[in-house]
DNA sequence: GATGGTTATATCTATGTCGGAACAACGTTC
DNA sequence: GAACGTTGTTCCGACATAGATATAACCATC
């Protein structure tokens, strides 16, 4: 099945919330200088446009400092808030991106142990620690490939000393090598390899080829899981 | 500014994308057993309901198996493709939320090298590998509270040996203990200090109490930055 | 004081979405 | 063969969204 996440990203605050067209206005106002030639430019209504505005100050407080009269006839341009919600609607979207790009590779089991949402999860690779906010039984780990990290397994701290409650020591399957960036496929002695992607300098630096042995680690508070 | 992220979820093949409605009927569908009565206890409209199942299937491909006639008049059941999609769409939901709740540490910096995506960011707390897709100057890197693994300072791997790039030693600000988990903010030179999300056995197993000394390390591929 | 381009506001209309109703087709059961 | 509750299909109307238009208010500049 050939399919792909997407995701719509939005920023909500006292119950209006802010989305990628509000996003696209706001910069339209901040390129052009007025609200008039923001909306002219994207080929929307100026009135709904103003009306907007309007509204999404009353959530986020003043977003556009808007002059009337005056030279030019006046002109708009953004408050520091406003900037401020822009990079933050642009981290948080960054952040999505990050899921819905990279790969994830999706480990079955069951869920043998529960505190909270914290669980234990019995996998065919061995025990692993997820965050799984309900359900028992069977349930989906979703890994993702940013979230793992590589360490030799001659030089990996014991148990005791990391925040990694899951470490898998496993031997490379495959690697698939980009310009700067690599992703590793490590047999963990699961159905499917586990998927770490790392960068070309740590690739070389650990000396990882097809065979090598190398410890996979990551978090159980990275990986996420649903029942199924 | 009290702005809180949010999302929508899709899953997209061939021009179609699924949404949360979607995913709705089909788990209706799967409940109540027929199409009629799934679109029934949504309220919604089943001609329309129907029309979006034919429309989605000639994207995903089969998802639910239909049959009228017959004892009860006939009935509609999920196929395994529905199931699988379900299960995919959930789990990248879940990555999502993860992204949307988890606290982010956001910190400022300048873009001193570049190579393709990876990038080298001179911040406060030193120079940080970040993925940055565009731009050059200004950057605000975003370390979610999860991407970031604690180890103790007297076991940690040399840099040679581990593929998180980059690694601050610093000293534990504060702790906000949850049943399970635990946030540790540690201060690492920069103007707000480092989030970390680890279970509350990791941060009894590494003894970390206000005021010690740890080791804070995250992937390069698990930062993403945004210029500014 | 006239000018000009802006903000502010109200209203009309086109469009798409979605529920609702109506009806045919289907096939097992009785 | 009649009954029944489903699927399949068409069409209508209510509603929300958003562009289009018109008009008033604003104010530094000339």
Redesign the interface.
């Known amino acids: 099945?050939?399919?792909?996440?997407?995701?719509?990203?939005?920023?909500?605050?006292?119950g209006v919330?802010l989305d990628s067209r509000d996003v696209a206005l706001l910069r339209a106002i901040d390129r052009e200088g007025s609200l008039n030639n923001a909306a002219d430019s994207l080929g929307r209504s100026y009135a709904h446009a103003q009306r907007r505005i309007v509204e999404l100050e009353e959530a986020?407080?003043s977003l556009v400092e808007r002059r009337r009269g005056g030279s030019g006839g006046g002109g708009s341009e953004l408050t520091d808030?406003a900037r401020?919600?822009l990079?933050?609607f642009?981290?948080?979207r960054?952040?999505?991106?990050?899921?819905?790009d990279?790969a994830?590779t999706?480990l079955a089991g069951t869920i043998v142990e529960r505190?909270?949402?914290?669980v234990t999860v019995e996998t065919d690779a061995g025990n692993v620690?997820a965050l799984v906010?309900e359900g028992d039984g069977d349930v989906?780990l979703?890994l993702?490939?940013?979230?793992v990290?590589?360490?030799?397994p001659?030089?990996?701290?014991?148990?005791?000393?990391?925040?990694?409650?899951n470490r898998f020591l496993g031997t490379v399957e495959s690697i698939e090598s980009g310009?700067?960036?690599a992703r590793i496929a490590i047999d963990i002695g699961a159905d499917e390899p586990l998927l770490?992607?790392?960068?070309e300098?740590?690739?070389a630096?650990?000396g990882l080829e097809p065979g090598s042995d190398v410890v996979a680690?990551f978090?159980?508070?990275?990986t996420?899981?649903?029942s199924?």
Chains 1, 2 share one sequence.
Do not use: C, N
């Not at 099945?1 to 006292?14: A, E, H, L, N, W």
């Not at 770490?196 to 960068?199: D, I, K, W």
């Not at 978090?219 to 990275?222: E, I, N, Q």
């Open positions: 099945m050939d399919v792909r996440p997407s995701f719509d990203t939005y920023i909500g605050s006292d919330t986020f407080g808030t401020e919600l990079a933050a642009e981290r948080t960054a952040g999505f991106e990050g899921v819905a990279i994830e999706v505190e909270g949402e914290l620690r906010p989906q979703s993702r490939a940013d979230a990290t590589l360490t030799d001659e030089d990996t701290p014991v148990p005791e000393h990391t925040s990694a409650r310009e700067r960036i770490a992607l790392v960068t300098d740590s690739r630096k650990l680690s978090k159980a508070t990275a996420r899981g649903i199924t």
